[in-house]
């Protein structure tokens, strides 16, 4: 990568910086424990909105979990629509169906309530509520939105994406194979309802997929050039409380208290990443997932030990600070022995969750086509310790063969 390509780059990641520091970034409402539901209620009535659009997926709804707001809704007399239908990956045909559901409603407000996907579907239904004119494709990249949005209140079923407090909301485009971003601050939620007992019945390798997202998210946070006091102790926050809690979550989950520290992991990281954007451990996850499918967590679960490693000692002094933050290679006397240790013990949660090495779907002729992508991503927008040629990045990938 040429000198003058790399100056571009750090000059771009530093106006995102001078941005986010000039222009604060909303942050959501939150709502815990046992009145977070009653809470949401108040909000509700207090803004006098009176029909709401509920969106969530066809699992979640078999399963009952919508059911005690439902019946709060009916007890203070606010109409609900739900829009059921989005897929794990959600895409643009998702957000046209729900929009429709909206428009035709008459809805005043979203409620979210689901993992990652819901919540991203929630969110570009919205953005298209107040861009008619534009589509889904058009409103790629940064900063297309610009026009509030319908309030949105987020309830995340997995503790994992920390979409509830996130300014970003990816899509997947089917016909073309590739998921994308749409990011601006009138997508974040008014307010985000955590309540442990929605996780209780996650299946443990969706637990591990989505817990080990959050972490990539305080990492990647954490590791890259744009991260600030505020967004350093969230990431430190999360990471510590996913290695405090997850394996025994993903081992025995109907622990509520521990449910409840992932949950606020993922908040945490949510607040973390969605200032500082991410890596690349995200830009091959998403063109995996574009691509194949893959679900976005086990993507970022796979890539993530592959990436640290090859930043080699760029991130070794934040891997460091990470480390010992978790109690993990105290006994080690440098940055690069911690950080290694650090790495290892990802390798470790890895291997005792069941999380694989690498990608059984990945085929090695579209390496060179998936590096490409992911890089195209990547550039310039991610704030990373180091940047990756394209060589590099197909190394990596080749990794992932199985």
């Known amino acids: ?64 979990l919508l059911e005690p707001l439902v019946e709060l809704l009916i007890k203070h007399e606010i109409s609900h629509t739900i829009y059921s239908d989005v897929q794990p990956n959600p895409t643009i045909e998702n957000v046209e169906n729900g929009l429709n559901a909206y428009l035709n409603a ?25 861009k008619p004119k534009k589509s889904v494709a058009q409103l790629k990249g940064l900063f ?22 996130t300014i970003a909301a990816v899509v997947s485009d089917p016909l073309n194979k590739q998921k994308y971003a749409v990011t601006d601050l009138v997508l974040m939620p008014k307010v985000a309802v955590l309540l442990p007992e ?17 972490l990539t998210h305080a990492i990647e946070a954490y590791i890259g050039v744009n991260g600030n006091k505020f967004t350093d102790d969230r990431a430190l926050k999360a990471s510590k409380l996913i290695f405090e809690n997850l394996q025994n979550v993903y081992q025995e989950g109907g622990n509520l208290i521990q449910r409840n520290n992932m949950l606020l992991a993922s908040f945490y990281a949510g607040e973390a990443f969605t200032r500082t954007s991410i890596g690349y451990v995200h830009a091959i996850a998403h063109n995996l997932g574009g691509l194949y499918g893959t679900p976005h967590g086990l993507a970022n ?42 790495i290892t ?10 999380i694989p090495k690498g990608l059984p779907e990945l085929k090695k002729s579209d390496i060179k086509k ?32 199985v």
């Open 144 to 165: 297309k939105v610009l026009k509030k949005l319908p309030d949105l209140y987020a309830i995340p079923t997995t503790a994992g994406t920390g979409s509830e407090t």
């Open 370 to 401: 998936l590096a490409k992508k992911a890089l195209k991503e990547a550039h310039p927008d991610y704030p990373v310790p180091k940047f990756m040629t394209l060589n590099a990045c197909e190394q990596i990938l080749n990794k992932l063969l």
């Open 1 to 64: 990568m040429w000198p003058t390509t790399k100056l571009y780059y750090r000059s771009y990641h530093y106006s995102l910086k001078l941005f986010s520091l000039i222009f604060p970034f909303p942050r959501p409402a939150l709502y815990q424990g046992e009145q977070a539901l009653n809470q949401l209620i108040d909000r509700i009535k207090i803004n006098k909105q009176k029909s709401l659009l509920l969106v969530t997926d066809n699992v979640l709804q078999e399963l009952g």
């Open 198 to 214: 929605l996780t209780l019945k996650l299946p443990p390798h969706i637990t591990a997929a989505t817990g080990m997202d959050a």
């Open 345 to 354: 013990a990802i390798d470790k949660l890895n291997q005792d969750m069941q």
């Open 106 to 130: 008459n809805c005043q407000a979203v409620i979210a309530l689901g993992g990652g996907s819901v919540m991203d579907c929630a969110k570009l239904i919205g953005a298209r509520v107040v």
């Open 301 to 342: 679960a796979i890539v993530l030990p592959y990436i640290l490693k090859w930043y080699g000692k760029k991130a070794h002094k934040s891997l460091a600070k990470m480390a010992v933050n978790c109690g993990i290679g105290l006994e080690y006397p440098t940055d690069s022995d911690k950080a290694n240790a650090f």
